[in-house]
């Protein structure tokens, strides 16, 4: 299983970026499916994250600017980043836990994908 993060890049201030993450693979199912964030000295951090069932969770400091969704037919998270901020450059990672069973005892395992470089300057 691999999950396979595009659409990093430069954008002003202000200005907006979308991020897309496949996974690919032998899957059963996909639980939980989110989008980290790791600054230059600093730590990881969750920015959003949504569950199967679309149900969302946002970051404080990006609410009402990024927007997650998901689509379950092409095992696909998104990220579209809104209102950008030159405090949101990082690297950002897309994470999931995969089934790749219908057993049961098969509660899937956690994934990441590589990091895509978001840069937000003038």
């Known amino acids: 299983v691999q999950l396979q993060a595009s659409g990093g890049g430069l954008v002003q201030p202000g200005g907006s970026l979308r991020l897309s993450c496949a996974a690919s693979g032998s899957i059963f199912s996909i639980n939980a499916m989110g989008w980290w964030r790791q600054a230059p000295g600093k730590q990881r951090e969750l920015v959003a994250a949504?569950?199967?069932?679309?149900?969302?969770n946002y970051a404080d400091a990006v609410k009402g600017r990024f927007t997650i969704s998901r689509d379950n037919a092409k095992n696909t998270v998104y990220l579209q980043m809104n209102s950008l901020k030159p405090e949101d450059t990082a690297v950002y990672y897309c994470?999931?836990?995969?089934?790749?069973?219908?057993?049961?005892?098969?509660?899937?395992?956690?994934?990441w994908g590589k990091g895509t470089l978001v840069t937000v300057s003038s």
């Open positions: 994470d999931a836990r995969i089934r790749r069973t219908p057993n049961p005892a098969d509660y899937g395992m956690h994934y």
């Open positions: 949504i569950t199967s069932g679309g149900s969302t």
